[in-house]
């Protein structure tokens, strides 16, 4: 197992978390825009699926067509896939300086497949870190907002995005509970606020961190 959380000392690890429909995506976008324009390299990334092995995990745990899991099925495939994700795109993008913004991480698969799926929270966290060697984000931004609104967003919905309304409000009060035990590495913003007004918010809350980038990476 891990001995405890590790931050890189290198580059900036960035994750947006939050229910669906919260924005997660447009900000990840518009804060790399924005960190180009600065001059840094960031990376945007996403889990599950942003690898080769990735994406074979994300057919089978979002497709309809995929059906029941078992829940130790579920969280095992996200744990997988976060393995690979975190030493093969991850911690190399850290080691050359460059700024990391992925859409969920390991808050994702405590907050979904431990709240969520209500498997022993502990249990889940401790093979989700073992799987990333609990590498955590510098920052990670929650964009809370009710299930029933952010749901309303999708004309189709996902295996996970087709839950009951009470599994995703599970997964809410996971996000927000967690960021309340750790707030100088968490910032919890109203998704129902402007785009823009979220964006500056984040802006301001990572501006301090980026003495750890590379402006020359690339």
Same mark, same amino acid.
């Given at each position: 197992m891990t001995s405890g959380p590790v931050y890189a000392? %290198?580059?900036v690890f960035v994750c947006f978390e939050g229910g669906e429909g919260s924005g997660k995506s447009t900000q990840s976008a518009l804060l790399r825009d924005w960190l180009s324009d600065q001059g840094y390299a960031p990376r945007l990334t996403f889990e599950p699926g942003d690898t080769p092995v990735g994406r074979e995990v994300? =057919?089978?745990?979002?497709?309809?067509?995929?059906?029941?899991l078992a829940d130790r099925t579920e969280a095992? &495939?996200?744990a *997988? @896939?976060?393995?690979?994700h975190v030493e093969t795109l991850v911690l190399p993008a850290l080691a050359r300086g460059e700024v990391v913004i992925t859409d969920r991480y390991v808050d994702s698969t405590l907050a979904y497949q431990g709240a969520g799926r209500s498997l022993d929270v502990a249990e889940v966290e401790a093979v989700a870190r073992w799987a990333t060697g609990d590498l955590r984000p510098h920052l990670t931004v929650v964009l809370d907002l009710e299930p029933e609104a952010g749901l309303g967003r999708f004309a189709e919905r996902d295996r996970i995005e087709g839950e009951s &309304? $009470?599994? %995703?409000? =599970? #997964? =809410?009060? *996971?996000?927000?509970?967690?960021?309340? @035990? @750790?707030? $100088? %590495?968490? &910032? #919890? &913003? @109203?998704?129902?606020?402007?785009v823009d007004e979220i964006a500056a918010r984040v802006r301001d809350a990572l501006e301090p961190l980026l003495?750890?980038?590379d402006r020359a990476a690339r």
């Open positions: 000392p %290198h580059g994300r =057919r089978i745990v979002l497709s309809p067509e995929t059906g029941v095992l &495939l996200y *997988a @896939d976060k393995a690979e &309304l $009470d599994f %995703h409000q =599970r #997964v =809410r009060e *996971a996000f927000v509970a967690m960021a309340k @035990d @750790d707030p $100088d %590495h968490y &910032l #919890v &913003l @109203d998704a129902r606020a402007s003495g750890q980038a």
